[in-house]
């Protein structure tokens, strides 16, 4: 990719604003910046839901550290994620991880031209962690301090140590608290083209694999069993599958899987969890291609970027590989490691955002909520 398809353009300044402006909310002002080359190094912060994570970035592109502090077990007696005793969580362990991720980078704090950090959507009180840390460095460096869109972020982990990813492509964000299609025509052009009705398909997994008795969290478990079952051991329904629109449904999908493993209880039949994890799975793989495709088909374009944490998840992974190399698409899959929550891919958002002039207020406040624009 060339500098321009990644930078904007030769100018990166705007004039500056009003000097005693103050926003709330997720509001953003312009303001004249120092030009940012390759050589910027942002300090990216993550504390959404489960994952406390910081990250040293350089240049948008070249991850310099990734440190993770995951709360599964810590979740795991519960069967789920606890937003409260997440929420301590993140407060005992991002100190450590910035102080990690500036150790690996080889970096110090005022090394830094600025600091990341999500400002939604996610469980607010985790959000809180992350926003307060992130304002206290960036007011006393006195550097930009920006609001990421968690979305957003996970779009942009397909830049990360990837120079091939171009606009615009079609975007499949596919977690466990969201399921939406993207049509990206460029950095901060997205339209949403269709979303989950009820459940996000990492909830529908997680459900699922409660309902079976599998481990928290569920999605790697059903991920890992499908492996030793038949995908078509069991025709569960492909909801919405062949309809107008990119939406899909997974109520109908869960309702038959419980349906289908109490009836076999009840007639005292033997029940083959790995089939039916495998059934399940293929079934949300098909839903997911089949809209993937339609979307594709809609919008014209070659390229598809798939990200979120079910972006893991091996069935997926290889349906829409396959699919991609018949239709003659780019597919764009981010490492493992960056499809789960992480700071990286904030960083690499928020020096989208700096290159456009764009930062945000330290009067701005999370959004448990936010929007995808």
């Known amino acids: 990719m060339d500098k321009d398809d990644w930078s904007f353009g030769e100018s990166w300044r705007v004039e500056p604003s009003d000097p005693t402006w103050t926003g709330t909310q997720t509001a953003i002002k312009e303001q004249r910046v120092e030009e940012w080359d390759d050589e910027t ?200 599958v062949g309809e107008p629109g990119f939406d899909v449904s997974y109520s109908g999908l869960k309702t038959s899987v419980t349906n289908y493993v109490r009836r076999l209880e009840y007639e005292g039949n033997e029940i083959n969890v790995a089939d039916v994890a495998a059934s399940f799975q293929q079934a949300v793989v098909d839903i997911e291609v089949a809209k993937t495709l339609a979307a594709v088909d809609h919008t014209m374009v070659d390229t598809l970027f798939l990200c979120g944490g079910v972006a893991a998840n091996s069935g997926l992974r290889t349906g829409l590989e396959k699919a991609c190399l018949d239709r003659s698409i780019t597919l764009h899959v981010p490492p493992i490691e960056l499809c789960t929550d992480n700071a990286a891919m904030v960083a690499s958002c928020g020096t989208a955002l700096l290159r456009r002039g764009i930062y945000t207020s330290l009067d701005a406040a999370p959004d448990p909520n936010l929007p995808l624009k």
């Open 41 to 240: 190094l942002v300090l990216g912060i993550e504390t959404s839901c489960d994952e406390t994570s910081a990250s040293v970035v350089r240049g948008g592109r070249d991850i310099l550290s990734n440190v993770i502090a995951s709360q599964t077990e810590l979740h795991g007696e519960y069967g789920g994620i606890v937003p409260e005793v997440a929420a301590r969580a993140h407060v005992e362990a991002l100190t450590p991880a910035i102080r990690e991720a500036l150790v690996r980078a080889d970096a110090t704090f005022w090394d830094l031209d600025a600091v990341a950090v999500t400002l939604g959507p996610g469980l607010i009180g985790s959000l809180l962690v992350g926003v307060a840390e992130a304002k206290a460095i960036a007011s006393v460096l006195d550097i930009p301090f920006v609001g990421v869109n968690h979305l957003e972020a996970h779009i942009y982990s397909n830049f990360l140590g990837n120079y091939s990813a171009k606009w615009p492509a079609v975007v499949l964000v596919i977690s466990g608290g969201h399921t939406m299609l993207v049509h990206a025509r460029g950095h901060g052009d997205y339209e949403i083209l269709g979303g989950t009705l009820d459940d996000a398909a990492g909830e529908a997994f997680d459900k699922v694999a409660r309902f079976l008795g599998l481990d928290y969290p569920g999605g790697p478990e059903i991920d890992r069993l499908s492996l030793l079952g038949n995908p078509d051991a069991v025709r569960f329904p492909r909801s919405m």
